[in-house]
């Protein structure tokens, strides 16, 4: 049977010997720290690291070597069991040290009674414990008791019965025109029909730690079906009906249902503003200083002046925005317009138009300008992923500025966590140096006080933590530094002509247009931006 190596307390006439027994089978050899550990546990302070060093190293040559580490005489010891648990209660282990010379041995009655009073109370392996006795297996780690494990559960569920990501991909025709007929934006409803389905969550089943404590699963995600009017849940609430026939929407996992408001003539004074839950439809324009918030989508068909539109879906001006530099677009989903002029956009989606003109326009995915003119021209564009266009600048050295790239917020991330490297390898440094200060002290005075050993020992703890916090430090970054990569992608494309005056930044590479550049596309490539013919 396999046995790590062991050590006794053995009281002779001219004082207290240390007597080694060797390891079987392949066992581990003796070691300095557990025989450190054991005489500290005892209260054995006055003893000299470099006996016990020289000890374990006489161990290593000699079977049964002894070793004197005090003058005097000590009381017996008896056998000494020292039980661990592990931080998550899944498991304990108990290890066993032998007796001194006139100490006794534990039955298998008393060294229960000490697992018990050790805080184990579940799962308890006595065959473990019986074994460990009969076959002396002393300075060896063995499995006392193992928990109950939980049964994992799921996390609930929502099947949506509709498009919950329905996007528009709008129609050319021969000259070049976006085609507003066939959009095909509303995702639309029948009254009754079956809107989504919930399975409910399963909170799984309980184990037992070793503690003898609830050992819970680990948490499970709870929803339920969130709507809005003209809707209904069946009786177990599973279940989500339309009440009347529309346009359904999904924002923010809570479902919308309407039959859609609709203005006959311009947003105006005879109007007011308009705040509606659900997909706005406007026959007219909208005026200048007039405002249309709304949670679905937002479709104009006439112009829009110096308005401010706001929706969690899309903005579709059939006309486009004439913003006269009051004008606002505020959109979760695509915005799609036939020009934009004067104007500030945000959206969630795509900016698809013929014509951006001096206009400030910011989107999470592609802004592509290629209807029959296909032109962009002063203001200031930025996006993730693309920026496309027939045309961009002007003959006049009109200042525009493109910037497409990576998510700011991962850089932002990145460099938190490499500060925060810093300041852990510092402490780390810190701590390494006062404990080598410590051992340096131990080694020449042969000890150490309470104090100092403990301050020892929560150094090592603490070099600990900051090593585990380093390797998850580490491990964030490399993912990020990969995500980062991944999406440094951005390109600028210009199918007819770049003028001067473009100022094009990709992922934080910038570089000025000081000469017209045509049928190209700008990459970066390291620390350039490169051009490539198209």
């Known amino acids: 049977m396999k046995r790590n190596a062991f050590f006794q307390l053995v009281q002779k006439q001219d004082g207290v010997y240390l007597k080694s027994y060797p390891a079987l089978e392949g066992g581990a050899p003796l070691s300095v720290d557990d025989i450190l550990y054991y005489l500290e546990q005892k209260k054995i302070m006055d003893v000299s690291v470099d006996d016990i060093t020289s000890f374990v190293q006489k161990a290593s040559e000699t079977v049964n070597a002894e070793k004197r580490i005090m003058i005097g005489k000590i009381l017996p010891e008896n056998e000494f069991p020292v039980v661990t648990i592990d931080p998550e209660r899944k498991f304990a282990k108990i290890r066993l040290y032998p007796p001194s010379s006139g100490g006794k041995r534990l039955s298998?009655?008393?060294?229960l009674e000490r697992i018990g009073q050790n805080g184990v109370q579940y799962g308890i392996l006595k065959e473990n414990?019986?074994?460990l006795l009969k076959?002396?297996?002393?300075c060896t780690d063995v499995l006392i008791a193992k928990a109950k494990p939980p049964?994992?559960?799921?996390?609930a569920k929502i099947t949506y019965h509709f498009d919950v990501d329905k996007t528009c991909h709008p129609a050319m025709d021969e000259s070049g025109n976006v085609d507003f007929h066939h959009l095909d934006m509303i995702e639309h409803v029948r009254e009754g029909q079956h809107l989504a389905t919930l399975a409910p969550a399963d909170t799984g089943i309980s184990g037992i730690d070793v503690m003898g404590e609830e050992f819970?699963?680990?948490?499970?995600?709870?929803r339920i079906l969130k709507h809005g009017r003209n809707i209904h849940l069946s009786e177990d609430g599973l279940e989500m009906y339309s009440d009347v026939s529309g346009n359904v929407t999904l924002v923010d996992e809570t479902v919308f249902v309407s039959n859609q408001y609709e203005v006959p003539a311009d947003v105006g004074a005879s109007t007011g503003d308009i705040d509606y839950d659900g997909s706005v439809v406007v026959k007219g324009n909208v005026l200048t200083g007039y405002t249309i918030k709304a949670t679905g989508d937002i479709i104009v068909n006439g112009v829009v002046e110096g308005a401010k539109l706001v929706t969690a879906g899309k903005i579709v001006l059939k006309r486009g925005i004439q913003g006269k530099g009051q004008a606002s677009l505020e959109a979760g989903g695509?915005?799609?317009?036939n020009f934009i002029e004067s104007a500030s956009v945000e959206c969630g989606g795509r900016v698809i138009t013929d014509a951006i003109m001096h206009s400030h326009v910011t989107a999470e995915d592609d802004i592509i300008a290629r209807g029959k003119r296909?032109?962009?021209t002063g203001g200031a564009l930025k996006t993730k992923t693309r920026i496309e266009a027939k045309t961009i600048g002007s003959t006049m050295g009109t200042t525009t500025v493109l910037e497409v790239g990576i998510d700011p917020k991962l850089v932002e991330r990145y460099h938190l966590l490499e500060k925060d490297a810093e300041q852990l390898a510092l402490e780390r440094e810190s701590l390494v140096q006062n404990v080598l200060l410590l051992k340096k002290r131990l080694d020449t005075q042969g000890k150490l006080d309470e104090e100092k050993l403990a301050s020892m020992k929560r150094a090592g703890l603490r070099i600990k933590e900051i090593d585990a916090a380093l390797k998850d430090n580490e491990a964030e970054r490399a993912g990020l530094s990969e995500e980062i990569r991944k999406k440094d992608s951005g390109r600028i494309v210009a199918e007819n002509i770049v003028y001067p005056g473009v100022k094009m930044?990709?992922?934080?590479?910038s570089t000025n247009i000081n000469s017209e550049v045509q049928h190209s596309a700008f990459v970066r490539d390291g620390a350039d931006i490169r051009i490539r013919a198209i």
């Open 108 to 111: 298998l009655k008393e060294l």
């Open 129 to 131: 414990a019986a074994l």
């Open 135 to 138: 076959a002396h297996l002393y």
């Open 151 to 155: 049964v994992q559960g799921r996390d």
């Open 216 to 222: 819970k699963p680990q948490k499970v995600v709870q």
């Open 334 to 337: 695509d915005v799609i317009s």
């Open 374 to 376: 296909g032109m962009i």
């Open 505 to 509: 930044t990709i992922s934080s590479v």
